[in-house]
């Protein structure tokens, strides 16, 4: 002990023990100190990336995470938190037995008192106030079996509608363009496309921190088409993913719609456009370009936008003149209170060029949660499982007759959206909520007023693997199991069904989600009437299969087996496309349209409802680092990942850290209409705008929604998380940034150049283009 002492201290200890690696059959060599018995396929559980990956075991826990060499998503590579992921699974953080509020504390009870107390009380509140004084609220986090089985007893069992999940935070944007381009949900396109794309135009995506293993698909590209790709990078912050591109696009915040509107302009001035594919593929063509040229001017989009004219036309060029092009794009695009419109106007440009359905030329949304997209297909919130519709008597009965349930039982609308099932509990029409793997006391926009809500109710059930900040207000907590420990699929960002396979047992005494639901239902009396003999998750997917053949999201040629086999597979999968369809809206795939053909839509760009002002002179953007995963329930307790983005920061420009008389690794407060937060870690940063901020999401200590907005998208009710108003106080400027009235007209105000006659008849007139 002494002699190991003096060693360390001496330097003199390498510490061969702890870093010895030792033979493994699978994997080469491993850490021996971990070096798993058995080790078990399987797929991530943190993000919508899907990597393919192998659980390693020993003594009935999970040790080890490897990247899956043979998975087409990642091959086998694996970013800090899939790397760590085991460690996540036996955390400090997790419960391991449901529990119950008793005299104002939670205590551990068994299942069967949480589940009459709560079934108790949902009685209760329903024959008091009606079914729907019950509301629900899931995640993109369960298997899809799981989502199916909830769906399915909170809309035919509980009877209410009010039901979302927390996917509308971060992808309902993403459904609803698609939808009212394409007439139905699904990402178009395929990660390969990364690697065909002649231009890969990102838009709000920050995928070397959030999406890292998506970079992968663009390192093949140049091996595969024997050119690197022109990278395009459109964000306000220079963010690590733009520090890759070949044309960074630096724009004002919230100004992304106006550009896909001005890129729009110059290439049908141009005569850029595939006329072709416009005739046979589109509709709506003669109404979206009197739109566009009368309202989306070059220079009337350079004020808007921050973006030179030339620089515009530069990159409408690139863009146009590209045999193949691909655009991107995640929360920067979607988190916006424009999201939904946004996301047609990048459709529209992919449309009008005829960016659709080849490799590489296509317009795919990146999922955020491991399972966003299972839930879009089965999960019973926006839509009927299959992408049906609620107002659709036709959808109603056959979803009835193949699920086997009564057609008055199915919803005839859509409850309310999880902004709205906040609002109701606010106004006192909701009761009681049952949240379900989310965590709102952290992500929900405008804190004072969720929390003001949360205080209504009369009882809040959370159903969660781990010790959240919002289940630890629970009056019930459903202990769930989580990754690693249930069986099921997940559909990641590309349509990829892969097979997450059970590696051990559930921790302690928590359940699959699946289990919970089903136990739950039978205190109903529910569960033989909405699950005759279901006792595992195949019998949901069983179902599922049948409620999706022909659907646009057909599973019907999958089985556990070829999903494992094929590491993964695209939907639709069926006869046709016995191993799966890469990419939608191929030549002969037509749209879920009436005529077949995706839309073109005249849409609108919008100025932020709160821009700055003198009191609040900065925009404060915020977003996630790749150390961290959402409300950091998963990654607090893991070291390695924790101990690199312990707190959270503020991102400034060395400009207005010279204002306010600060440095890196200052602290200062930042306050908005709507709150304050204290003692934020000052990092100064060219990657930010003057006039503008970046604070990470994830952190309690520094609640970051305390100050943002509750601003919503109208028609897919995502919040406006990128966009508000703020004031910095430090300790040597307490007052803040001064901005003079003009400089905040200026920022307000964008100047209209009427007449466009100097750029459409000279320097960029049609074929005499010099940039
Ligand atoms: Fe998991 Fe996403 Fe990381 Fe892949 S990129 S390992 S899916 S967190």
Known sequence: MMFDKLKEFLNFDIKEEKYSLQDDKTFGKVASKKAPTSWVRSTCGYCGVGCGLYIGVKDGISVYTKGDPAHPVNKGTLCPKGLSEHEMVHSVNRFTRPQIRKNGQLVPTSWDDVFKKTSDKFKDIQAKHGNKAIAVVSTGQLLTEEFYTLGKFVQMGLKTNNYDGNTTLCMASA????????????????????????TIMLIGANIADNHPILKLHIAKNKKITGKKPTIIVVDPRFSKTAKMADIYVPLKPRSDLALMN??????????????????????????????????YKPQDVANITGIEVKDLYNL????????????????????????????????????????LGRKGATALSITGQCNAMGTRETGFTSSIPGYRNFASSYDREEYATIANVLVEDVPT??????????????????????????NPLISFPDQKKLRRALNKLDFLVVQDAFKSETALKADAVFSAATWSEKEGTYTNSERRCNYAKKAVEPLGQTKSDFDIVLEFSSYFGLKDKLYPNWSEPLDAFNEWKKLSDGRLCDYTGMTYELIEKLGGIQWPCNSKNPTGTARLYSEDMPCNTEDGKAKLLPLDWKPMSENQSSSFPLILNTGRTVEQWHTRTKTKTISILNDLAPEAWIEINPEDAKKLEVKSGDRLD????????????????QNVRVGNVFVPFHFNEQLINTITIGEFDPKSFEPNYKQCAVQLHSSKVPQGIKIKEEEIAGALEHVVVKDETIFANTIYKKDKLEL
Not at 180 to 197: K, L, N, R
Not at 279 to 294: A, L, P, Q, V
Not at 413 to 438: H, N
Request: charged share 20%.
């Open 262 to 295: 001005g890129l729009a302009y110059i290439i049908l001035e141009q005569g850029w456009e595939n006329e072709k594919f416009i005739n046979e593929r589109t509709t709506g063509y003669k109404e979206f370009r009197k739109h566009i040229m009368e309202n």
């Open 175 to 198: 459904v609803m363009g698609y939808k009212q381009t394409f007439g139905s949900d699904g990402p178009v396109g395929a990660y390969e496309d990364f690697s065909y794309a002649d």
């Open 316 to 355: 409408a060029r690139v863009y146009a003149k590209s045999p193949a092009a691909m655009s991107a794009w995640t929360m920067g695009v979607n988190q916006s209170s424009i999201g939904t419109d946004t996301v047609s106007a990048i459709c529209n440009l992919a449309l009008i060029t005829g960016n």
């Open 670 to 685: 930042i306050s908005s209409t709507r709150g304050k937060i204290n003692d934020i870690i000052v990092r100064e940063s």
């Open 413 to 438: 609308a859509r409850g309310y959206s999880y902004p709205q099932i906040i609002d109701a509990i606010d106004k006192g029409e909701i009761k009681a909520l049952w949240l379900v793997a989310t």
